[in-house]
């Protein structure tokens, strides 16, 4: 690893893959192929945007650990990742996007080789990057294993974070305070929904406090007017309006860690809708952030936040919020826990959520959000964005 | 379809859909399930950040088409698509992420209702987003289907671009020659790489003489000095030096069309071996761009490129090149062909290509590309940005 790319200790990279194989030998497997470019980082350090191809971790639990990824991707893991340079392992280039060879039978043959290919192996059957293709290539190429679908197990022990973890959330955390700032001094009237987005990519790559910014796993999430009704819509050259709303999802980002932070922005005279839904919405916060603590589970944050919306007349038939933390495009959520009324997962201290109170109405939407670590006296906020309905 | 949102014509969607429908009778397929966000956006419209959820477009040789995701996102699909709502069909929330149901157990269920549940059913089982549990999921619900791989049937249909898709390419071509015009302006030594990726990203949202900037599917990817050796790292906020070289893989954006172009920049002055392999990889551009016509196949220019850089004493082993167009995160490639000596696609008039001649050597690396439309009487650049070792 080069000394420029190490955000961690050796020892804390050890210790995530001790908690691993433990995990592993819990749920009855000896390999697992993971493939989630996040989990691959948390194992071993690798940061490159090479999850275009197929690349993936392999560990066993009886102590083998080695990347796996297209011949020009092996510099960048013996740059960002303590690996000996004989468990970088690539398959040649005319494996890449090839409709006759895939990169998981050049594995299977190196799977024979390390007489992996007898073994019990856990894959990320819905995990990102994972495809159906690579999973046939391997039960046509490795018929003496036994395949279990082991999706979260590594997902699942990113969920409590270490100090520097949440170290690098609150540098985030910098960054989309930042951000704010930058949005609240820049968007007015007149201006093209691109040129504000060129201002939040600005503030976020810039960073904010000596902090540097990294990129997002979402790119800026702005629904302005009526579009405000859809959530996941991008930006095009249209302006921005007097008297008109807009929500904002933005995160900023440390060393690939996210912080997350949702506001809904007025230009203008808000209507009362704005201004009612803005009170309710901060009960929802203030009650929530008290709940996260050790104890509590997801089910009861997510029913004490439609209760409350109930007594103002409101109501959200979608989650409220899901674990954050490490991530890669295309998402910033963990894809283990999320806040809604079935959830009975009980929370523990360090867990990290984007507490998540979003509505989206018929042609409109209204969206303020916070990061929170999960403390022993109650949530603590990863951010310090001013929590209102921001006017301008 | 909000009239702000439309980029082509309906004529232009129908004709893609018929083009699809015909490749479909020519594969024996009678419906597609179709993930890649960018084969959902080019056979209907829709463009929403919402591929991190399972969501795909269904179509039918027998005339349905309708598209099928998690029921928070379907306003965006009434917004950017001209399907009718009753074409618009979406999935409760409690199948987002949960281990014990999968949004394609309930689009089973659609398959039954409407009676698609006894085809021959084409997969992207290699393309982004459609995992191993997808498909399997699919499998059990659907034990009356026959499935068949069709993973490049719809990015197949893609390869040759309309007049407007030139049109929006050219388009994003202006703004990545905006882009460079802005590193030429800021880079400078003691400027850290994040502020540099700050700036290119100002200039690539903001865009270029009237062409507002879209999102890319790669972030800026930025490879400083020695780790120039390594092709995929992204930014941390390390300085850049005086007398260093640095590769910049960068694209403009327009209406998700890209246009890539990657340079080298450096800060001082160049060591000969900088200049040496500018004038090879000029040479090998020059050639090229003059093979890029219809009737000439990649293997042809694949090979071409490898015979001048033997000439000069340079080898490059992975493929020079794919072809470009509308696309998403985590590519901007179509997947489908590539510019290697085993593929002999034949060049059609308005394929688009990224041709990519970089080399990555142990402690240093050169990228300079050019993206090209294929004409009757050679390619024809995309954009227009200096074609030369940037010296700053």
Not at 110 to 135: C, P, Q, T
Not at 366 to 381: D, L, P, Q
Request: charged share 25%; net charge negative.
């Amino acid at each position: 690893m080069l000394d420029s790319r190490r955000k961690f200790e050796s020892s804390e990279f050890t210790s995530r893959q001790d908690k691993t194989r433990k995990a592993m030998t819990e749920s009855g497997v000896e390999v697992m192929i993971v493939y989630d470019p996040a989990n691959m980082n948390w194992l071993t350090g690798y940061d490159c945007w090479s999850f275009y191809v197929h690349q993936c971790v392999i560990i066993t639990t009886n102590g083998e650990l080695f990347w796996y990824g297209r011949g020009i991707d092996a510099k960048g893991a013996e740059f960002t990742t303590d690996l000996d340079i004989s468990n970088i392992l690539s398959y040649p280039d005319e494996y890449v996007m090839s409709p006759d060879r895939h990169p998981m039978e050049f594995l299977a043959g190196i799977f024979k080789e390390k007489s992996l290919n007898k073994k019990r192996i856990g894959l990320e059957k819905d995990n990102y990057y994972f495809s159906a293709r690579a999973a046939e290539s391997l039960y046509r190429c490795l018929p003496d294993s036994t395949f279990i679908d082991q999706t979260g197990l590594v997902n699942w022990q990113r969920a409590v974070k270490s100090e520097t973890e949440i170290t690098y959330m609150k540098r985030a955390g910098k960054v989309i305070e930042g951000v704010y700032e930058r949005v609240m001094k820049v968007a007015e009237p007149g201006m093209r929904k691109n040129d504000l987005v060129a201002e939040i990519m600005h503030a976020g790559a810039q960073g904010n406090q000596g902090h540097y910014g990294d990129y997002t796993s979402f790119v800026p999430l702005i629904g302005v007017g009526e579009e405000a009704a859809a959530c996941h819509m991008t930006w095009n050259d249209q302006p921005l309006n007097n008297n008109e709303g807009m929500f904002l999802e933005l995160a900023g980002a440390y060393a690939r860690y996210h912080c997350p932070c949702s506001r809904t922005l007025y230009l203008g005279s808000p209507p009362q809708q704005y201004l009612d839904l803005e009170k309710v919405i901060n009960e929802c916060i203030e009650n929530a952030i008290e709940m996260f603590k050790p104890g509590n589970t997801c089910a009861q944050i997510s029913d004490n936040f439609t209760a409350t919306l109930k007594k103002y007349g409101y109501e959200k038939s979608n989650r409220c919020g899901y674990p954050i933390g490490l991530s890669y495009p295309p998402d910033w959520g963990e894809r283990t826990m999320s806040l809604r009324g079935t959830d009975d997962t009980v929370l523990e201290e360090n867990m990290t959520f984007h507490f998540m109170p979003a509505i989206w109405f018929e042609d409109w939407g209204f969206e303020m959000t916070e990061s929170v670590r999960v403390g022993t006296a109650g949530g603590e906020c990863l951010s310090n964005v001013p929590r209102k309905l921001l006017i301008k």
